[in-house]
Each structure stands twice: as structure tokens, then as C-alpha cells.
């Protein structure tokens, strides 16, 4: 009796030991818990589809949001004002982009809003693509101080994934690109 005793005590043991990380991990995830999944800005939540939005290029033409070239897009929210706090993030966002070398190709940048004034604002919106946000949809994210930046990380197919508040890290969005355009 003592050896069939032991003998089920080694079979839920060897069960225990196969399918007691799967229960923790179900329980992890239905907690909301997800590894691997830091991002330096903040998730869009419900993820909202932008594809309807009409974005106008200054030549007159729409900007597409679902890319044929399967490109994410980082879409820049200027304040009331875009000027030399703007001007300086445009650019660390261009060299975070950059950075990113040959994976660079798969995301793009989109300038929504009155174009940037004060010294160098030229040379940085040679990077950018710049339009205008005809239908507003963007609107809830523009920050609203004087000279800020916000931007929001566009998918291929035009869902609006996660937003970057003003003062946002560089080099988080870099680490953010880096992971999305693997």
C-alpha cells in the first residue's frame, strides 16, 4: 500500500512541475501582467483606427495612414507654438529615427500642425513630412503649453498605438522603434 501511495505522490509531483507555470502565467496574465511589453510612452487604450482621418500635404495631396510600404508612422503634435524646445525635439526624434540605420526605412515622419519657426526649424523639417490634420482627430493629444511636442506611434495599418507626452525621453522612443521595427 505504501508503494502505490508514493507512486501517486511522484505522478502529481511530475504534474505539478509541468502544468504549475502555466496556471501562474494564466493567472499573471489575466491580472494584465505581460512580460516583455515596457514601453517608454503611454499605450493608447482603447486603440483607436486613424485611417479615416484626413491628413492634407501642403501640395494639396492626402496622406495615407495604412502604408503600402508597411512603414510605422511617428506622428508630431506641435503646442500652440512650435519653436526652439520643438525645434530640439523634432531634431532628437530625426536622430533617433537615424539610429536606428537600416530598419530606419520602416518608419516615418509626419509633422501635424503650423509649421516650426525660430533658427534651424528648416533644416529640421527636411526630415519630416509635413500635413495638416483636416478632421481633428489627432486633437486630444496636442499638448497644451506654448512650445511643446507630443507624438503618437502610428502602425502600418493605422491604428494609433501609443501616445508620447511632452517632455517625452528620445531615447525611449528610440528603444520603442527599435522593438516595433524588428
Given at each position: ?100 540605420n537600416q530598419k530606419s526605412a520602416r ?76
Amino acid at each position: 500500500m505504501q508503494t502505490r501511495s508514493r507512486k501517486r505522490l511522484q505522478l502529481i509531483l511530475i504534474w505539478a512541475i509541468f502544468f504549475a507555470p502555466m496556471v501562474v502565467a494564466g493567472v499573471m496574465a489575466a491580472m494584465g501582467w505581460m512580460p516583455g511589453t515596457r514601453s517608454f510612452g503611454e499605450g493608447i487604450v482603447p486603440q483607436r483606427s486613424v485611417e479615416d482621418a484626413v491628413a492634407e500635404r501642403p501640395d494639396g495631396s492626402l496622406l495615407p495612414w495604412r502604408d503600402p510600404d508597411w512603414r510605422w508612422s511617428v506622428v508630431a503634435l506641435p503646442g500652440k507654438t512650435c519653436g526652439e524646445i520643438c525645434i530640439r525635439q523634432l531634431d532628437q526624434v530625426h536622430r533617433a529615427r537615424v539610429s536606428l540605420n537600416q530598419k530606419s526605412a520602416r518608419v516615418r515622419l509626419v509633422y501635424l500642425g503650423v509649421p516650426p519657426h525660430g533658427e534651424g526649424a528648416s533644416e529640421v523639417m527636411t526630415a519630416w513630412e509635413p500635413a495638416r490634420d483636416a478632421t481633428g482627430a489627432f486633437d486630444a493629444w496636442i499638448p497644451q503649453v506654448e512650445d511643446g511636442l507630443a507624438l503618437v506611434l502610428v502602425k502600418p495599418d493605422g491604428i494609433a498605438l501609443t501616445l508620447y507626452r511632452d517632455g517625452f525621453n528620445a531615447s525611449g522612443l528610440r528603444k520603442d522603434l527599435g522593438k516595433v521595427t524588428k
